[in-house]
Nanobody, 126 residues
Framework: DVQLQASGGGLVQAGGSLRLSCTAS????????IGWFRQAPGKKREGISC????????NYAGSVKGRFTISSDNAKNTVYLQMNNLKPEDTAVYYC???????????????????WGQGTQVTVSS
């Protein structure tokens, strides 16, 4: 039984930082990549970052590149998303999900992901 648990969301002022965590059970990072997505009210779910331990790939959407950093701790089966210089437009529910690969260059697509965790709310005030 695969489970993904996202946590770490909260309320922060613009320019602040948050670190999200995604803890996985039932899968290993040797076999699965982990992606982070977000969905703001009235908008489509957007892939923002992914990481693949098996081939060392990471990927970032243009909207977060240079501000967000994805990393993993295999011993804890946890992937982190460090979010710096947060902006009000980063406000959304953030989800983590598992897929068989993370492309280093392609857009991170919702349909590529097989398993999803519940969301964690991130609110950035101006």
């Amino acid at each position: 039984d695969v489970q993904l648990q996202a946590s770490g969301g909260g309320l922060v002022q613009a320019g602040g930082s948050l670190r999200l965590s995604c803890t996985a059970s039932g899968i290993t990072f040797d076999d699965y990549a982990i992606g982070w997505f977000r969905q703001a009210p009235g908008k489509k779910r957007e892939g923002i970052s992914c990481i693949s331990e098996s081939d060392g790939n990471t990927n970032y959407a243009g909207s977060v590149k240079g501000r967000f950093t994805i990393s993993s701790d295999n011993a804890k089966n946890t992937v982190y998303l460090q979010m710096n210089n947060l902006k009000p437009e980063d406000t959304a529910v953030y989800y983590c999900a598992a897929a068989v690969f993370c492309s280093e260059y392609d857009v991170i697509q919702v349909y590529e992901y097989d398993y999803w965790g519940q969301g964690t709310q991130v609110t950035v005030s101006s």
